[in-house]
């Protein structure tokens, strides 16, 4: 599912319904290997609830207040009793976007979601953060985090969590951070990792630079731009008194 340029959520989005598909929710959901599971629902105001039995029911384990969403949720790949939560406070009305405040931050459980500690300091930005991404190394030490803050970008964690070190706040990685912000490590190599934004890009830590792979947009995407461009431009000289309120053709590609 491709979403346009207003959407603040990813855009592949899985829905979990209770009434065999008369109303559904959007979820995230993650599962251990035991069958364990927990999800991150709504998009905005989302809470992360946990189910231990397959998710015939569910509780919920983790919330913050009305105007803050848990927008990201992962585990340790060599531990699934360790998780990580990003919740994101974000307030989106008709006329403007609100993106950050105190209720944004990183939470971290080492008992299955049970109970869960904010990570606060110990070389994390200061000051309100925005949206947030994490991803956890094979190593399962190393902790990446993406962060809109005033000194935001990429933040890494040898250490579970415990340190934090600021790795670059290149412009590349936090474009139009309240709907990007993604990040995912690779399966092999804890050095790598990948982010998506307006481009692919990945960072290798041993060559320590990021390398952009390739735009986002498809050819199709761009002969569909170019299409509508000539489109406005022929209108506008049929009928030189109409104006174009507003032209943006242009849709993001969040996640593949």
Request: net charge neutral; charged share 20%; aromatic share 10%.
């Amino acid at each position: 599912m491709v979403r346009d340029s207003h959407s603040s959520r990813t855009g592949w989005n899985l829905y979990l319904t209770w009434d065999y598909g008369a109303s559904a929710a959007e979820v995230k959901l993650l599962c251990d290997p035991t069958g364990n599971c927990a999800y991150g629902n709504g998009e905005f105001h989302a809470v992360i609830q946990e189910s231990t039995d397959g998710g015939k029911t569910w509780q919920k384990v983790l919330y913050k207040d009305e105007n803050t969403g848990a927008v990201d949720l992962v585990f340790d790949p060599t531990n699934p009793h360790i998780l990580y939560a990003a919740l994101y406070q974000v307030r989106r009305e008709p006329w403007t976007l609100t993106s950050g405040g105190p209720g944004s931050g990183i939470y971290k459980s080492t008992d299955e979601g049970a109970t869960w500690t904010q990570l606060k300091g110990n070389g994390l930005p200061e000051g309100l953060l925005g949206r947030i991404g994490l991803a956890v190394g094979v190593d399962s030490n190393t902790v990446y985090a993406l962060i809109e803050a005033k000194k935001g970008g990429l933040y890494v964690s040898q250490d579970g969590g415990g340190h934090w070190e600021f790795v670059t706040g290149d412009h590349r990685l936090m474009q139009r951070p309240w709907y990007f912000t993604q990040i995912f490590a690779d399966p092999k190599n804890t050095d790598t990792i990948y982010v998506l934004n307006v481009r692919k890009i990945v960072f290798n830590f041993g060559m320590q630079q990021g390398l952009v792979l390739a735009p986002s947009v498809s050819v199709r995407d761009v002969v569909v731009i170019v299409l509508m461009v000539v489109l406005m431009a022929l209108l506008a000289s049929l009928q030189p008194a109409w104006k174009a309120s507003r032209m943006d053709p242009v849709r993001a590609l969040s996640h593949v």
